[in-house]
């Protein structure tokens, strides 16, 4: 099985900055793509940026220029650089991996990820 534990989120007023992390753990397997989704309240979950292992990126339009979306392939964590935040992002924010063989730019849909994690709250204050 695998565990993923993701950390950082809290309480910030507009414009201010997180880090989130997330860190996969368990059986040995390869990471073949990392991502962040969020969910607002009566809102679906969305893609907020993903990666692969050779370090392709992709992006929501809404983040493109603020958030950076970075991962350890030693340490198998990935990490999402959030700036100049808005009332907007307030969200629950979920890391997802995926271990399945997975070739081409990063997975944007949510089925296509295999594990995720508890998700971490990232509130955006005006």
């Known amino acids: 099985q695998v565990q993923l534990v993701d950390s950082g989120g809290g309480l910030v007023q507009a414009g201010g900055s997180l880090r989130l992390s997330c860190a996969a753990s368990?059986?040995?397997?390869?990471?073949?793509?990392m991502g962040w989704f969020r969910q607002a309240p009566g809102k679906q979950r969305e893609l907020v940026a993903a990666?692969?292992?050779?370090?392709?990126?992709n992006y929501a339009d809404s983040v493109k220029g603020r958030f950076t979306i970075s991962r350890d392939n030693a340490k198998n964590t990935v990490y999402l650089q959030m700036n100049s935040l808005k009332p907007e992002d307030t969200a629950v924010y979920y890391c997802?991996?995926?271990?399945?063989?997975?070739?081409?730019?990063?997975?944007?849909?949510?089925?296509?990820?295999?594990?995720w994690g508890q998700g971490t709250q990232v509130t955006v204050s005006s």
């Open positions: 368990g059986r040995t397997f390869t990471t073949y793509a």
């Open positions: 997802a991996i995926r271990v399945r063989l997975w070739v081409g730019a990063p997975p944007l849909k949510g089925y296509n990820y295999d594990y």
């Open positions: 990666i692969t292992s050779g370090g392709s990126t």
